[in-house]
């Protein structure tokens, strides 16, 4: 468990990076690639300089091909959001995470029925529980309580000042809690770099939480962190609701509006 936990983060980060690089070597390969088609267009076919620009062209074409290859490679693990009920994803994974967290650390779960569904993806919304629930579990080493709740909330101007870049509207609200040790001021504010961690070389990637961000930026949603040192931490990940169980952007499912008149 713990080792495809750590595996599902790396690949993230990877195709993240990979997917990055792809896109912007793919830009400076339209400049070479596209000079050196128009040096060819325009110089006599028994110009001397002929052989090496072609070189340059044939070569540049291969470094396209393979940098589409990349892209399409990445473009596989991309998120294939749906309206997804996140209690019943939470309860999926409840023995997995029994097992991560171990007999030291009491889990418990608080998922009202009332919440509303969510449009993410599934596997993504995994990946962020166990990433939260393994961040707790290094917090506990003596043991200790790690509590996982869902509420529905509504988020306007007085949390927007606190909860940067939120958009008011209606969320449903996700709260990793534990009674670990707890972070201070400065190392709070660099938990969500990649990279950055404050554990042992072989245990900490330090991509646990800056792959959490990065789903929930991309899901249109949120995350606060409130901890003091020696007495715990919470998360709390704000997800859009799903409005209706069909595709927000799905035109065709979509009702048409009253006509007036
Ligand atoms: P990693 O777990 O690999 O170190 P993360 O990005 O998940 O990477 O976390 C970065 C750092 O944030 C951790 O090394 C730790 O110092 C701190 N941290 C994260 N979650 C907690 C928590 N629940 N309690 C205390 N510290 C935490």
């Given amino acids: 468990l713990e080792a495809r936990l750590r595996h599902a983060q790396k690949m993230e980060a990877i195709g993240r990076l990979t997917g990055g690089i ?12 596209g000079n050196s088609e128009a040096f060819l267009r325009r110089c006599a076919p028994d110009d001397p300089r002929r052989p090496e620009i ?40 409840h023995a997995m995470l029994t097992t991560l967290v171990g007999e030291d650390v009491e889990l418990t779960l608080d998922l009202p029925e009332h919440v509303a569904p969510v449009w993410a993806d599934a596997g993504q919304l995994e990946q962020i529980v166990f990433n939260l629930a393994a961040n707790a579990r ?27 870049g939120v958009h008011p509207g209606d ?14 001021e400065s190392v709070q504010a660099q938990v969500f770099e990649p990279y950055f961690t ?44 799903a409005r209706t169980s069909t595709a927000p952007q799905s035109r065709t499912t979509a009702q048409p509006s009253p006509r007036r008149g």
């Fill in 198 to 241: 404050t554990k042992p070389a072989g245990k900490g990637t330090g991509l646990g939480l800056a792959t959490v961000f990065g789903i929930v930026q991309q899901s249109g949603g949120q995350i606060d962190l409130t901890s003091s040192p020696g007495a715990g931490t919470t998360v709390s990940v704000y997800l859009p609701r």
């Fill in 171 to 184: 969320y449903v609200v996700l709260r990793v809690t534990d009674t670990g040790t707890g972070m201070d």
């Fill in 54 to 93: 072609e070189d340059i062209r044939h070569a540049g074409e291969r470094a396209a091909n393979l940098t589409h290859q990349l892209l399409a490679f990445t473009r596989q693990q991309v998120l294939n959001p749906e309206c997804v009920d996140l209690n019943a994803t939470i309860t999926k994974v």
């Fill in 22 to 33: 792809a896109h912007d070597f793919n830009n400076i390969l339209t400049v070479i690639n």
């Fill in 138 to 164: 290094d917090a506990m080493p003596g043991g200790g309580v790690l509590s996982v709740a869902t509420d529905n909330v509504v988020l306007d101007a007085r949390h927007t000042g606190r909860i940067v």
